[in-house]
Protein backbone atom coordinates (compact mmCIF):
# COMPACT_ATOMS: atom_id res chain seq x y z
CA UNK A 1 0.00 0.00 0.00
CA UNK A 2 1.30 3.31 -1.12
CA UNK A 3 0.12 6.95 -1.15
CA UNK A 4 0.90 10.43 -2.14
CA UNK A 5 0.72 13.43 0.37
CA UNK A 6 1.20 16.97 0.52
CA UNK A 7 3.13 18.80 2.63
CA UNK A 8 4.90 22.04 2.83
CA UNK A 9 4.42 22.24 -0.65
CA UNK A 10 5.61 19.60 -2.11
CA UNK A 11 3.94 15.86 -2.66
CA UNK A 12 5.65 12.74 -1.49
CA UNK A 13 4.98 9.52 -2.68
CA UNK A 14 5.25 6.62 0.92
CA UNK A 15 4.52 3.36 2.24
CA UNK A 16 4.65 2.57 5.76
CA UNK A 17 7.80 1.72 7.21
CA UNK A 18 9.26 4.55 5.50
CA UNK A 19 11.79 7.17 6.44
CA UNK A 20 10.77 10.70 5.16
CA UNK A 21 12.42 14.66 5.54
CA UNK A 22 9.86 16.66 4.65
CA UNK A 23 9.95 20.81 5.29
CA UNK A 24 10.01 21.65 8.81
CA UNK A 25 6.74 21.12 11.07
CA UNK A 26 5.98 22.15 14.64
CA UNK A 27 5.67 19.12 16.42
CA UNK A 28 8.20 17.65 19.32
CA UNK A 29 10.75 14.72 18.68
CA UNK A 30 8.37 11.68 19.10
CA UNK A 31 4.99 12.88 18.59
CA UNK A 32 3.42 11.13 16.14
CA UNK A 33 1.93 13.24 13.07
CA UNK A 34 -1.28 13.22 11.15
CA UNK A 35 -1.07 13.88 7.79
CA UNK A 36 -5.05 14.48 6.36
CA UNK A 37 -4.11 16.04 2.85
CA UNK A 38 -3.84 13.03 1.01
CA UNK A 39 -4.17 12.76 -2.94
CA UNK A 40 -3.56 9.12 -3.78
CA UNK A 41 -4.11 5.99 -2.42
CA UNK A 42 -2.92 2.74 -3.93
CA UNK A 43 -3.19 -0.78 -3.00
CA UNK A 44 -1.62 -3.33 -5.97
CA UNK A 45 -3.87 -2.55 -8.96
CA UNK A 46 -6.80 -0.76 -7.25
CA UNK A 47 -5.99 3.51 -7.03
CA UNK A 48 -8.13 6.23 -5.97
CA UNK A 49 -7.74 9.42 -6.59
CA UNK A 50 -8.74 12.54 -4.99
CA UNK A 51 -10.34 15.68 -6.81
CA UNK A 52 -8.02 17.43 -5.16
CA UNK A 53 -7.85 15.60 -1.90
CA UNK A 54 -9.26 12.23 -0.67
CA UNK A 55 -12.04 12.28 1.67
CA UNK A 56 -11.65 10.28 4.75
CA UNK A 57 -8.01 9.44 3.97
CA UNK A 58 -5.09 9.69 6.19
CA UNK A 59 -1.35 9.52 6.92
CA UNK A 60 -0.11 8.21 10.10
CA UNK A 61 3.62 9.61 11.25
CA UNK A 62 6.32 9.96 13.63
CA UNK A 63 8.28 12.69 14.20
CA UNK A 64 12.12 11.11 14.20
CA UNK A 65 14.47 14.19 14.09
CA UNK A 66 14.24 17.67 13.37
CA UNK A 67 17.75 19.19 11.79
CA UNK A 68 19.28 21.34 8.81
CA UNK A 69 20.20 20.48 5.71
CA UNK A 70 23.03 21.08 3.27
CA UNK A 71 24.42 24.52 3.00
CA UNK A 72 23.19 26.25 -0.03
CA UNK A 73 25.80 29.13 -1.06
CA UNK A 74 24.33 31.88 -2.73
CA UNK A 75 26.93 34.39 -4.98
CA UNK A 76 26.02 37.39 -7.20
CA UNK A 77 28.98 39.34 -9.30
CA UNK A 78 28.41 41.97 -11.62
CA UNK A 79 31.44 42.23 -13.97
CA UNK A 80 33.47 45.52 -13.90
CA UNK A 81 31.20 47.29 -11.15
CA UNK A 82 33.28 45.99 -8.42
CA UNK A 83 30.07 44.11 -6.70
CA UNK A 84 30.34 40.91 -5.27
CA UNK A 85 27.58 39.24 -2.56
CA UNK A 86 27.40 36.04 -0.66
CA UNK A 87 25.28 34.58 1.05
CA UNK A 88 24.26 30.89 2.41
CA UNK A 89 21.28 29.04 3.64
CA UNK A 90 20.10 25.94 5.33
CA UNK A 91 16.71 24.66 4.97
CA UNK A 92 15.25 22.91 8.39
CA UNK A 93 13.71 19.80 7.75
CA UNK A 94 11.39 16.98 9.71
CA UNK A 95 12.23 13.40 9.38
CA UNK A 96 9.19 11.09 9.58
CA UNK A 97 8.70 7.91 10.04
CA UNK A 98 5.58 6.79 7.94
CA UNK A 99 3.40 4.13 10.89
CA UNK A 100 0.79 3.68 8.63
CA UNK A 101 -1.92 4.98 5.61
CA UNK A 102 -5.55 4.75 6.54
CA UNK A 103 -7.64 4.91 3.96
Known amino acids: M ?16 EKLKVELLPADVG ?3 VIDQVLM ?6 VRLGQPMLA ?4 N ?9 DKVK ?5 RRKHY ?3 QGHRQGFTELQ ?3 IVG
Not at 61 to 69: E, M, P, Q, S
Open 2 to 17: YAVIKTGGKQYKVAPG
Open 84 to 86: QKH
Open 56 to 59: GATV
Open 41 to 46: VGDGDS
Open 31 to 33: AAV
Open 98 to 100: IDG
Open 74 to 78: IFKMR
Open 61 to 69: ATVLAHGRG
